[in-house]
């Protein structure tokens, strides 16, 4: 069965520090890993997708990357607008739904000015 | 990016009755999901929505209690059927634009009461 553990389960920063979430997965076969930004009350945003381990992207002040194990959403320099839940979210290549997305419990952000 | 839009986005019902979910997409599309994000818990997909056939369900979600239509390539409807308070929940709709990106709709956020 496919798995992912987001840690820590919340992070509080002061604005500027800059800090990293972890997502573990376990995964028979990776197809592809999924970032979402998540605000109270609204759906996931889709951030990046990651398909193979050295693999790194970047938007703005996030920047994720993956190894076989572990994908790492690093925040250089968080503004309190950066504050959210991020949700980390594998597919898998075989078994079930091809697109079957599972999904982490999220990491809870908060960016203090 | 796509424009998902969910109706209704709240609702609070009686414990036995049904509440059908409407989803817009603003663009043609293949692949629509519907997920379920209960308190505490990570997002878990329900079904995929099928245009011109029957949804596919996930391990431990039934048509009986969730079933789906999808009448064209831009809406789909997910009806929660006699409900209990187990059910209260976000509902929230998704499509696969390309491989590589997933959107995910507002979220329809259910108080079975």
């Known amino acids: 069965e496919d798995q992912v553990t987001q840690s820590p389960e919340a992070l509080r920063l002061q604005e500027g520090e800059s800090s990293s979430l972890n997502c573990s997965y376990t995964v028979s076969g990776l197809r592809g890993l999924f970032w979402y930004r998540q605000d109270p009350g609204k759906g996931p945003e889709f951030l990046f997708t990651l398909y193979s381990a050295g693999e790194e992207k970047e938007k703005e002040r996030l920047k994720a990357t993956l190894t076989k194990k572990e994908s790492f959403l690093h925040i250089t320099a968080p503004k309190p607008e950066d504050s959210a839940t991020y949700l980390c979210?594998?597919?898998?290549?075989?078994?079930?739904?091809?697109?079957?997305?599972?999904f982490g419990k999220g990491t809870l952000l908060t960016v203090n000015p | 990016s796509a424009v998902i839009s969910q109706k209704p986005s709240r609702d609070i019902c009686q414990r036995g009755t049904s509440l059908t979910i409407q989803c817009q997409v603003d663009s043609q599309v293949t692949m629509m999901f519907w997920y379920r994000q209960q308190p505490g818990q990570s997002l878990t997909l329900i079904a995929t929505a099928n245009q011109g056939s029957e949804a596919t369900y996930e391990s431990g979600f039934v048509i009986d209690k969730f079933p789906i239509s999808r009448p064209n390539l831009t809406f789909s409807t997910l009806t929660v059927s006699n409900m209990s308070p187990e059910d209260s929940s976000i509902y929230l709709c998704s499509e696969r634009l390309t491989q590589e990106t997933q959107y995910f709709g507002p979220g329809t956020r259910l108080l079975v009461l």
């Open positions: 979210a594998v597919q898998a290549s075989s078994g079930g739904s091809n697109y079957k997305l599972t």
